[in-house]
């Protein structure tokens, strides 16, 4: 089966075949005047050429008024088809040419009105095609007056017909130059815009980058080494302390297993802040999977129980964004409750609809002190609330009526089934 382009693209490709290039010079109210100026001297160019032609040089009125109206229309196409624009202006031009007579008073072959009539055309085809097209054009047009000059029947004074095709060969030039240069000053100026831009956008990416690198830095030296230190004391308390209950060190074991998984965690997100291509490999992040362990170490310090499940498509199951939200959600919420209500129960419950899965944490009054508060506000809610946002969910926090407290999560599910 074979796949077409696009319409636009269809469109755009026989445009190209056509001749017609899209507006590069000057964009928004400029290209309003550039349009307006060509409009207004291709209205001038008609009623000046039609009206020479037929009471100076004597050509029949239905021959100048149609050849005066192919160079106006010459005159716009130039701005959107300059092709075409080239054709009718040598076609116009030679017509009239051949068809003026002989007036010693007046410039032949080359009338006044067909010199500026091929000047803007010339400037237009220029601002708009390939060097080749106006150069080619012009070239074209000063042969071709040559030839009238030397084939007509008629011969008027040799000085003033070589002055007059001197003069039609240097203004037409001019114009080319003119096109030509404005064209290319205009694509440099684009080509300069471009490079600021990516220049500016290298330089916010370097100012990120060296963000990234000060945060896993101050990660490193002040959290990283902290774990470590609770990691060690806590794996060399059986040690240290002699008759250490084995309650006791049981505990101290599980304190250390958890500041080793959590600086393993930790390593992981200090790659990422200093990985600045994002194309190296990292070590999983916990998923759904991980959760039941989670809960398993979360007992150890208060009754947990767990209400519901989701029943996940297969899709579902193998997205990482959705494993690891969940688990930070379900993570953030019995830290919580473990720091802020210490010995309640809590319970986690798992809902779903077809549009939206659902993470409930709810625990009762606590039975023992809260954990002393840091001096700073936590942000594990303002985090937890950042990361659904990103996949569409809300984050509801809220007060019990029993003393305790509750969390609710929903993420929704469109695109992920």
């Excluded at 095609?129 to 047009?141: E, H, I, L």
């Excluded at 404005?182 to 956008?201: C, F, H, I, K, Y």
């Excluded at 310090?301 to 519901?308: A, F, M, Q, T, Y």
Aim: with cysteine; charged share 20%.
């Amino acid at each position: 089966m074979s796949v077409g382009l696009p319409q636009d693209l269809r469109g755009s490709a026989l445009r190209r075949r056509l001749g017609i290039l899209p507006l590069r010079v000057a964009p928004g109210r400029a290209n309003l005047a550039i349009w307006a100026f060509a409009i207004v001297c291709a209205l001038a160019q008609l009623a000046v050429a039609a009206s020479l032609g037929v009471a100076l040089y004597r050509i029949p009125v239905a021959a100048a008024l149609i050849l005066s109206l192919v160079q106006a229309v010459a005159i716009v196409l130039a701005l959107f088809a300059p092709a075409w624009a080239t054709v009718l202006a040598l076609i116009a031009g030679n017509a009239l040419a051949g068809l003026a007579a002989v007036v010693p008073e007046a410039p032949w072959p080359i009338a006044a009105s067909t010199i500026v009539a091929n000047a803007l055309v010339w400037i237009g085809v220029a601002l708009r095609a390939r060097w080749w097209m106006p150069v080619g054009g012009w070239a074209f047009s000063v042969l071709s007056a040559v030839m009238v000059a030397v084939d007509s029947p008629v011969r008027s004074d040799d000085g003033a017909a070589i002055a007059d095709l001197i003069v039609f060969a240097a203004v037409t030039l001019g114009a080319v130059l003119i096109g030509l240069g404005v064209r290319n000053w205009s694509l440099l100026r684009a080509q300069l815009r471009a490079e600021r831009a990516a220049t500016a956008v290298e330089l916010a990416r370097r100012e990120a980058v060296e963000d990234k690198a000060r945060i896993a830095r101050e990660l490193h030296d002040v959290v990283a080494h902290g774990m470590s230190a609770i990691q060690v004391r806590a794996a060399s308390a059986r040690y240290r302390i002699p008759d250490l209950p084995e309650e006791a060190a049981a505990e101290f074991d599980e304190v250390a297993a958890t500041a080793r998984s959590a600086m393993k965690e930790m390593r992981v997100i200090l790659g990422l802040l200093r990985d600045e291509e994002g194309d190296v490999e990292h070590a999983p992040q916990p998923g759904l999977a991980d959760i039941p362990a989670l809960l398993a170490r979360a007992g150890d310090l208060g009754p947990v129980s767990e209400r519901g499940s989701w029943q996940l498509t297969e899709q579902e199951q193998q997205d990482p964004i959705l494993g690891l939200a969940a688990y930070r959600v379900v993570q953030e919420g019995l830290s919580n409750v473990a720091r802020h209500a210490p010995g309640a129960a809590a319970e986690v419950v798992w809902t779903q609809t077809p549009a939206q899965l659902g993470i409930g944490i709810r625990n009762a009054a606590p039975t023992g002190p809260a954990a002393p508060r840091a001096e700073s506000g936590g942000h594990g809610l303002r985090g937890m609330r950042e990361r659904l946002a990103t996949m569409g969910g809300a984050v509801e926090a809220r007060p019990r009526d029993d003393g305790g407290f509750a969390l609710q999560v929903r993420i929704p599910r469109e695109g992920r089934a």
